[in-house]
């Protein structure tokens, strides 16, 4: 049996927002609502924070969770998990972003399950229907077109497919990248030994190098509507959002 675990990177240096994953005005830190969404997994055995920050360490320790210190050079969470693994025991790695604690563990799960089903794959992820605050032509939402089989053609910031005629195909309408991924350790240290890609640098878009290299992702297609967290505002948004919904359960 897989022994699964999930590691969130984080790191206190956020260009749009800084100290992104320790803001607390929920009363937890951010970073610990990401990991306590992806312990509900099911398949998820273990949830581990790797970051550069004795702050986000003190946190990560104090809600229970283990954590990992790592340099604080890494360009990307990648990068930061691939050094983390080194003092992990697990057969597969999720890598789960800090900022995005409404991601669905049913998702987490998908994922996991398209990677183990596709015997070519190197890695898994997910991707989802846009939802109506979504704006296929904004470039910080993420697509992917994936094949009849499942796996990745391309991700892109652009506005992929183009639908030219006008057909309005729901099998081809577009599908918003889930930023989450997993693979192996042996499948994480092979992405890190790969020179990177031209397509990834154009799009800054790190899953990329694994398709210019000929490596496969398979991808599953989950319900999430939810969206990251990249700036004060939508975090603030997020918190409000938040205590509505607790004030609308409480009442009778």
Same mark, same amino acid.
């Given at each position: 049996?897989?022994?699964?675990?999930?590691?969130?990177?984080?790191?206190?240096?956020?260009?749009?927002?800084?100290?992104?994953?320790?803001?607390?005005?929920?009363?937890?830190?951010?970073?610990?609502?990401?990991?306590?969404? #992806?312990?509900?997994? /099911?398949? +998820? *055995?273990?949830?581990?924070?790797?970051? !550069?920050?004795?702050?986000?360490? %003190? &946190? $990560?320790?104090?809600?229970?969770?283990?954590?990992?210190?790592?340099?604080?050079?890494?360009?990307?969470?990648?990068?930061?998990?691939?050094?983390?693994?080194?003092?992990?025991?697990?057969?597969l790695i999720v890598n789960v972003q800090g900022d995005e604690p409404d991601?669905?563990? #049913?998702?987490?799960? /998908?994922? +996991? *399950?398209?990677?183990?089903?596709?015997? !070519?794959?190197?890695?898994?992820? %997910? &991707? $989802?229907?846009?939802?109506?605050?979504?704006?296929?032509?904004?470039?910080?939402?993420?697509?992917?077109?994936?094949?009849?089989?499942?796996?990745?053609?391309?991700?892109?910031?652009?506005?992929?497919?183009?639908?030219?005629?006008?057909?309005?195909?729901?099998?081809?309408?577009?599908?918003?990248?889930?930023?989450?991924?997993?693979?192996?350790?042996?499948?994480?240290?092979?992405?890190?030994?790969?020179?990177?890609?031209?397509?990834?640098?154009?799009?800054?878009?790190?899953?990329?190098?694994?398709?210019?290299?000929?490596?496969?992702?398979?991808?599953?297609?989950?319900?999430?509507?939810?969206?990251?967290?990249?700036?004060?505002?939508?975090?603030?948004?997020?918190?409000?959002?938040?205590?509505?919904?607790?004030?609308?359960?409480?009442?009778?």
């Amino acid at each position: 049996m897989n022994r699964i675990v999930a590691v969130i990177p984080g790191r206190m240096g956020s260009t749009r927002f800084p100290g992104k994953m320790l803001a607390d005005d929920t009363g937890t830190p951010l970073i610990i609502h990401s990991a306590l969404n #992806a312990r509900a997994a /099911a398949r +998820i *055995d273990e949830v581990v924070i790797a970051s !550069d920050s004795d702050a986000i360490a %003190a &946190a $990560a320790q104090a809600a229970g969770f283990t954590h990992v210190m790592t340099r604080a050079d890494h360009p990307n969470g990648t990068s930061r998990i691939a050094e983390a693994i080194d003092t992990i025991e697990a057969d597969l790695i999720v890598n789960v972003q800090g900022d995005e604690p409404d991601l669905p563990p #049913a998702a987490i799960d /998908a994922a +996991i *399950d398209a990677l183990l089903a596709d015997p !070519d794959a190197s890695v898994g992820t %997910a &991707a $989802a229907r846009l939802n109506d605050t979504d704006d296929v032509n904004n470039p910080a939402v993420v697509k992917v077109v994936i094949d009849a089989r499942g796996g990745a053609l391309y991700f892109s910031r652009a506005a992929i497919p183009h639908d030219r005629d006008g057909l309005d195909a729901q099998d081809c309408s577009p599908l918003r990248h889930v930023g989450l991924y997993v693979y192996s350790p042996a499948a994480l240290r092979d992405y890190i030994s790969l020179p990177e890609g031209t397509l990834e640098r154009l799009e800054c878009l790190e899953q990329l190098r694994l398709l210019e290299h000929g490596r496969r992702i398979a991808v599953a297609t989950v319900d999430a509507p939810h969206c990251g967290i990249d700036t004060p505002e939508q975090y603030a948004a997020w918190v409000a959002q938040r205590a509505t919904a607790k004030t609308n359960a409480a009442d009778p």
